[in-house]
């Protein structure tokens, strides 16, 4: 399987497991199981094999900002970063709906803070933690 393929085909993972969180409110358990669990794990097998399958390609690293902008110059290294992102980001966009549902927050509060995480991945998670704070302030306390 090329790179292209493979590219395409976590996009799709991915992009699945955003729907199922969009819908969540229909049958959040599913939703949980699959965007939170099932597809989370699946693109980091695809990450893991990139990270293990032998590279044609040397070069690079973490050490410094140049070192990393060569690293990803290459054509594996790119797409690991990027199953990378797609992997944490639905992975922490799962989060986000299930602590919102747990913490009683409406889904309509948390439905815009989907899109910035897939996007955007930390200001997402910062839009949420935004609303709970707003929330935690707003609801008086019982008692």
Not at 7 to 12: I, K, R, T
Not at 22 to 34: A, G, Q, T, W
């Amino acid at each position: 399987m090329n790179f292209e393929t493979l590219f395409s085909l976590a996009g799709v993972i991915s992009l699945t497991g955003w729907l199922f969180l969009l819908f969540s409110p229909l049958f959040p358990k599913l939703s949980d199981r699959i965007a939170g669990v099932i597809l989370p794990v699946f693109l980091s097998l695809i990450y893991f094999g990139l990270l293990i399958w032998p590279a044609h390609e040397k070069g690079g690293g973490f050490g410094t900002l140049a070192d990393v902008m060569e690293l990803f110059s290459y054509e594996q290294a790119a797409l690991a970063g990027w199953v990378h992102f797609l992997a944490f980001d639905l992975f922490i966009g799962a989060w986000v709906c299930r602590t919102a549902r747990m913490e009683g927050i409406r889904f309509w509060f948390v439905a815009p803070c989907l899109p910035l995480v897939f996007m955007f991945g930390p200001a997402g998670l910062l839009a949420f933690q935004a609303v709970r704070v707003c929330r935690n302030r707003l609801t008086p306390a019982p008692g």
